[in-house]
């Protein structure tokens, strides 16, 4: 092929430098050649201008990225607790006002069953609200 | 503190791949940008590795993503080829008699021909191509990086080869072709 075996060929090849207008004939003619050819400028490493200091500027840059997040996340965390606070506190006042005014409006009710079944819901009110309050968001048990 | 120094030995130990891999896969000298971009994306991760897979997998799959955002951006821009393409303009070098005439492509030259086929592959052939030969990544750390069959890993690889090589054919003739007038 053009007077230039596929040994002489792939030792041109794996040479590295140029290629001689015969070289690439017989490269573009002869199948396993320019196979060969294209698995070694695949395998060649581009050289890569890495800076000296590269490492140390990206370490240097990102701390201030994640104080940031961190501090964001504590943020909306901090929100949603002073407005669930406010929730609980509610509740419970609603709760509280409920039971005065059904005892002061007739004190024989809290004997009947209706009575029992709401001494019933409100403590089970309590209980839940001592549970949520026990209980923290899993975002904020993160980090 | 330490987590910093730490942070910094993992970018050391990585950058090089980083580097090379956007080269390729972008065709750009100049990737430092890119590479900083690669870096940031895996310390914001980091919270959410819980290393189920390697750590290399990983930033194997975040510089592939960066190198196909480069290629959408610079699709977008349309930038006019003959400015920053290093393929372009070939066959005048070459016709105009430059260099050394038996020397039909030099090293460099052969070598742009390639990246500039490379990229005209689509992104899961130009990805397992690098993964593959640049870095010898094994079919299964490639199929695991890209979320891919083992199958189509080797479909990509053996498809992505052939048509590069198509395309390079075509290259090799076109110049030759003006060489001779």
Request: glycine letters at 8%.
């Amino acid at each position: 092929m053009q007077g230039l075996s596929c040994e002489q060929l792939r030792s041109a090849v794996a040479r590295g430098g140029a290629l001689t207008a015969a070289e690439w004939a017989h490269v573009e003619a002869c199948e396993a050649c320019l196979d060969a050819w294209v698995c070694y400028g695949l395998e060649s490493k581009p050289e890569a201008k890495i800076p000296v200091d590269f490492a140390a500027r990206v370490a240097a840059a990102v701390p201030g990225k994640r104080e940031t997040a961190r501090g964001l996340r504590q943020e909306n965390t901090e929100v949603r607790s002073h407005g669930r606070q406010w929730g609980l506190l509610t509740a419970m006042a609603l709760v509280a006002v409920g039971l005065v005014a059904m005892t002061f409006a007739d004190p024989m009710v809290l004997n009947t069953r209706i009575g029992l079944v709401l001494i019933g819901i409100a403590a089970s009110e309590i209980a839940g609200i001592a549970l949520w309050l026990g209980m923290t968001h899993p975002s904020e048990g993160r980090n | 503190m330490s987590t910093q120094i730490q942070f910094e030995e993992v970018v050391r130990e990585h950058q090089g791949f980083v580097f090379r891999t956007l080269a390729r896969l972008t065709g750009a000298s100049d990737v430092e940008d890119l590479a900083q971009e690669v870096f940031l994306r895996l310390y914001r991760g980091l919270d959410d590795f819980r290393g189920e897979a390697k750590l290399t997998t990983w930033l194997y799959r975040i510089t592939l993503n960066v190198a196909q955002d480069e290629w959408k951006r610079r699709k977008k821009e349309q930038v006019n080829t003959s400015f920053d393409d290093p393929d372009a303009g070939w066959a005048e070098r070459i016709s105009g008699g430059e260099g050394d005439a038996e020397q039909i492509l030099s090293r460099s030259e052969s070598m742009a021909a390639l990246n500039r086929a490379l990229g005209e592959l689509n992104d899961a052939e130009r990805a397992v191509l690098v993964l593959f030969h640049q870095e010898e990544c094994t079919y299964e750390q490639i199929a695991l990086t890209l979320s891919l069959p083992l199958n189509t890993v080797r479909t990509h690889l053996h498809r992505g080869r052939r048509k590069l090589k198509e395309r390079l054919k075509e290259r090799l003739g076109e110049r030759r072709a003006v060489c001779r007038a």
